[in-house]
């Protein structure tokens, strides 16, 4: 799981907005898979519902940069 992750999630997410459907699906899949329920749902508000930071933080009561340090720090730790 966690290498499909990596590559769901590293390989496309910084391109969302030019992706192909098969490549979309493969990282709505990847997403789905993320095991803390609340990283996964910044990722789902993020790439699947398209909101801004500002919009993820007030729906999840968090300030703007915890959402974006949760999400960098998910990120980081894929890598590793």
């Given at each position: 799981?966690?290498?499909?992750?990596?590559?769901?999630?590293?390989?496309l997410v910084h391109?969302?907005?030019y992706i192909n459907e098969e490549e979309k699906d493969s990282l709505v899949e990847s997403i789905y898979k993320i095991e803390n329920s609340e990283i996964r749902q910044i990722f789902i508000y993020r790439y699947i519902d398209?909101?801004?930071?500002?919009e993820i933080a007030g729906k999840?009561?968090?300030g703007t940069s915890t959402i974006r340090l949760k999400h960098d720090n998910f990120i980081r730790n894929l890598k590793h």
């Open positions: 799981v966690q290498s499909c992750l990596i590559a769901g999630l590293l390989g391109n969302i907005y398209g909101l801004m930071w500002k999840m009561n968090y």
